[in-house]
């Protein structure tokens, strides 16, 4: 294999490497952001958990748009995956959630390490890369 050859190899990995990082980060992203939900969800079941039965509240219906309610009785439905939903009291709701909450940020653990890892053979990579331009560039 010639040094050309080499050297539009190790820049062929570069960019999938680069890709391969940018794909990690939105994925990073969207963890957060299940994160950031869980965490509103838990405040919100503990204000809930404050009401009386057939109090008034305002019911979120999202972009910033509220609806009058009531809390009608003690219970949440929770969507427990595939479109089933069930109802459960509100520490049974948390407790949940927290289970959840353990899963996602295991599952952010694991994708920061991935992270790092291609970060690692990015930095790898980068010195060969610079290496073989400077010595075509020697070359003429």
Do not use: W
Request: glycine share 8%.
């Amino acid at each position: 294999m010639s040094e050309n050859e080499k050297g539009q190899g190790k820049i062929i990995m570069y960019q999938i490497l680069q890709a391969e990082l940018e794909e990690l980060k939105r994925h990073a992203l969207l963890v957060e952001n299940r994160l950031l939900d869980i965490e509103t969800t838990e405040h919100a079941l503990n204000e809930v958990g404050r009401f009386k039965k057939d109090n008034e509240t305002l019911v979120p219906l999202g972009s910033g748009c509220y609806a009058h309610g009531s809390i009608l009785g003690s219970g949440v439905l929770l969507d427990i995956g595939a479109g089933l939903m069930v109802t459960k009291n509100i520490n049974s709701a948390k407790s949940f959630l927290e289970d959840r909450k353990e899963e996602i940020e295991e599952a952010r653990k694991k994708i920061h390490l991935q992270m790092n890892e291609v970060v690692k053979n990015i930095n790898k990579i980068i010195p060969e890369i610079e290496k073989i331009v400077r010595e075509s560039q020697k070359r003429g």
